[in-house]
């Protein structure tokens, strides 16, 4: 999956008989730095490196399927490199202790809380509200510039609210990320709106119990099965399974 950019340069560089000055190992370390890694290796590959920087991508799944957990990973892989991230955390789920013992150093994250409210029980308005609210974050982060990621959480937040907003919305963003050294990453139960170079990550789980009785069941994992669609490839790409991903809910977040 290389980058609309990345061909420009070869086919210059083709034309002006310059190309044998590039090597194999050249072009790859120079798409390499327009990616910023998912922290799944195995996800990583699927994507050819990572999230594509200057791209608005998402991740979507329902509840326990993984979603909470790549978000992590990805925020851990960026702040241990010493990069900076923003979450604009709409309806304040995350978790920055469990965060933490996935890795995350959070004197390099910017939180954005939302408002602490029950969306199954919230009034329609006030989710509402929530969300516009956290996109105007979101579009502070990537218009103010120096993250490698900025985030929006929406996860659990009921489809019917995401999709009441504009159409333009996701144009908009994505516009405003064009060129830029972040990734814009939204989380959520159902596709929203990447941007045409972007990538939707969707994830399933499996998941695995123990204990013979209702009283001793434990979830002892989860396997998740990432489908990838993208338009710089030829077709969705997938894997069998990411091992030691966990996302046990908006308060338990880890990788085992």
């Excluded at 509840?63 to 957990?69: I, L, W």
């Excluded at 045409?196 to 969707?202: A, E, I, L, M, T």
């Amino acid at each position: 999956m290389k980058s609309a950019a990345l061909d420009r340069l070869e086919t210059l560089l083709r034309a002006r008989q310059l190309d044998g000055t590039l090597t194999a190992a050249a072009l790859k370390r120079l798409a390499a730095a327009r990616t910023v890694s998912t922290g799944v290796p195995a996800l990583d590959r699927l994507l050819d490196g990572g999230w594509r920087r200057g791209d608005l991508s998402e991740i979507v799944g329902g509840r326990s399927s993984g979603r909470t957990s790549v978000l992590v990973a990805t925020l851990a892989a960026a702040t241990a490199r010493g990069e900076i991230v923003g979450l604009v955390d709409a309806c304040d789920r995350f978790d920055p202790i469990g965060a933490a013992a996935a890795g995350v150093d959070l004197a390099r994250v910017l939180w954005v809380r939302g408002p602490q409210i029950l969306v199954e029980a919230a009034r329609p308005s006030v989710v509402q509200s929530a969300v516009e609210r956290a996109l105007r974050a979101l579009d502070l982060f990537v218009r103010a510039g120096g993250f490698a990621v900025a985030a929006l959480d929406l996860a659990d937040v009921p489809p019917r609210f995401v999709k009441a907003l504009p159409f333009t919305t996701w144009m908009r963003l994505g516009h405003a990320n064009e060129g830029r050294d972040t990734v814009c990453l939204l989380v959520g139960d159902a596709p929203m709106g990447r941007s045409p170079g972007g990538v939707s990550v969707r994830l399933t789980a499996t998941s695995h119990w123990t204990g013979a009785s209702p009283q001793s069941r434990r979830l002892e994992g989860l396997d998740v099965c990432p489908l990838v669609l993208s338009p710089r490839s030829n077709g969705p790409r997938h894997d069998a399974s990411v091992p030691g991903l966990t996302d046990l809910g908006p308060r338990t977040i880890g990788l085992r």
